[in-house]
T-cell receptor, first 113, second 114 residues
């Protein structure tokens, strides 16, 4: 099915390790987003990319970096993981110039020990 | 800056009872508003959206929401709860500024009792 694909689905890291969360969409959407979800906090925007080649900080960008590799792919990198980054991470994409909703992936559940 | 407030982090209803989940927003411009549902260990699924057309919006699974500008509210309702409605519900507002960033409320977990 067309949509937003996130890999991996689950990951356990040790403090200080690095990793990259991958996101790809096959709907030809311009805008892509990374959110984190924590209990009682809702979803908070980490970074977004309004178009290929551009990225901007969201509400909680510290400790993260992103790369918009091409129109399809938007990756999120943790350079030195910390326990406070234990969360569920969601990628989303949005069609250009429309009032359509964002489309979400199934999430990556990340635990940092 | 936009913000969304969902009153009640947990709501419990009996099967067959009315479901009312409250959402208030703050926005300096007419917003787009959304309700998403999240079932355990799953991603977010769109229930319904308001985009400045009809103020009463009907969504999937029998849910609807009414946009009230004077009250800055967008409450979600369903006349008769079903066990399968047990989930977490998120209200979100979009800034329309080109990036279409969503600002989410903190969520309301709905429990449906038999």
């Amino acid at each position: 099915n067309a949509g937003v694909t996130q890999t991996p689905k689950f990951q356990v890291l040790k403090t200080g390790q690095s990793m990259t969360l991958q996101c790809a969409q096959d709907m030809n959407h311009n805008s892509m987003y990374w959110y984190r979800q924590d209990p009682g906090m809702g979803l908070r925007l980490i970074y977004y990319s309004a178009s290929e080649g551009t990225t901007d900080k969201g509400e909680v960008p510290n400790g993260y970096n992103v790369s918009r590799l091409n129109k399809r792919e938007f990756s999120l990198r943790l350079e030195s993981a910390a326990p406070s980054q234990t969360s569920v991470y969601f990628c989303a994409s949005y069609p250009p110039g429309s009032n359509q909703p964002q489309h979400f992936g199934d999430g990556t559940r990340l635990s940092i020990l | 800056a936009q913000s969304v407030t969902q009153l009640g982090s947990h709501v419990s209803v009996s099967e067959g009872a009315l479901v009312l989940l409250r959402c208030n927003y703050s926005s300096s411009v007419p917003p787009y508003l959304f309700w998403y549902v999240q079932y355990p260990n799953q991603g977010l699924q769109l229930l319904l959206k308001y985009t400045s057309a009809a103020t009463l919006v009907k969504g999937i699974n029998g849910f609807e929401a009414e946009f009230k500008k004077s009250e800055t509210s967008f409450h979600l309702t369903k006349p008769s709860a079903h066990m399968s409605d047990a989930a977490e519900y998120f209200c979100a507002v979009s800034d329309l500024g080109g990036s279409e960033k969503l600002v989410f409320g903190k969520g309301t977990k709905l429990t449906v009792n038999p």
